[in-house]
């Protein structure tokens, strides 16, 4: 069974702390995995990584993938308290069609 | 820009009442899906559809129908509401959901007392 598992669930740090955050699959024929961000309403897209070893970046945040060990990891450096939010994580299945998304990683920012 | 636009935004329900969600988007997407998200275990496929006209079973169908008559829009039906299906549920659109990111509604949450 196609399964997507992140980690740690919750998280809470201090402004201006890095964390990282884990996302790791088994799913039949991967095509892409997908980072978004949800704070209270509707889950915005942040990356999509289809090849291995490619750095995704934008501003703070930043994304790679390991299609060898089956897991991509999100970075948040220098975090603010707006970062606060739910992160998931999603991959997208050729062989279903669908996207299999995770429990998700709340991450609370502490001024 | 309004994207994929999701009615109503709350809703409460008695057990047995019927009630059914609107999803709208104007991006010309073909896909369409239809999630409820639950605390502690993310997003979970209700019902999809790849293109006007048709629907398929996600991971979690039973007590839902939904319908795809035009393209724009994808409806969720509850026929007989219970409690278990008090939740969020969320409807998302793709153009083609191998190449490109799907793009969510702001949410309806559903309480069913």
């Known amino acids: 069974e196609d399964k997507v598992v992140q980690s740690p669930l919750s998280l809470v740090v201090h402004e201006g702390d890095t964390v990282t955050l884990n996302c790791s699959y088994e799913?039949?024929?991967?095509?892409?995995l997908l980072w978004y961000k949800q704070e209270k309403k509707a889950p915005t897209f942040l990356f999509m990584l289809t090849s291995s070893g490619i750095e995704k970046k934008s501003g703070r945040l930043s994304s790679i993938l390991d299609k060898k060990e089956l897991f991509s990891i999100l970075n948040i450096t220098a975090t603010q308290t707006g970062d606060s939010a739910v992160y998931l994580c999603?991959?997208?299945?050729?062989?279903?069609?669908?996207?299999?998304f995770g429990q998700g990683t709340t991450l609370q920012v502490k001024p | 820009n309004a994207g994929v636009t999701q009615t109503p935004k709350f809703r409460v329900l008695k057990t047995g009442q019927s009630m059914t969600l609107l999803c709208a988007q104007d991006?010309?997407?073909?896909?369409m899906y239809w999630y409820r998200q639950d605390p502690g275990m993310g997003l979970r496929l209700i019902h999809y559809?790849?293109?006007?006209?048709?629907?398929a079973k996600g991971e979690v169908p039973d007590g839902y129908n939904v319908s795809r008559l035009k393209k724009q829009n994808f409806l969720l039906g509850l026929e007989s509401a219970a409690p278990s299906q008090t939740s969020v549920y969320f409807c998302a659109s793709a153009l083609d959901p191998a190449k490109n990111i799907q793009y969510f509604g702001a949410g309806t949450r559903l309480s069913v007392l």
């Open positions: 559809s790849v293109g006007e006209g048709t629907t």
């Open positions: 799913v039949t024929n991967f095509r892409s």
């Open positions: 999603a991959v997208y299945s050729s062989n279903t069609g669908k996207l299999i």
């Open positions: 991006m010309n997407h073909e896909y």
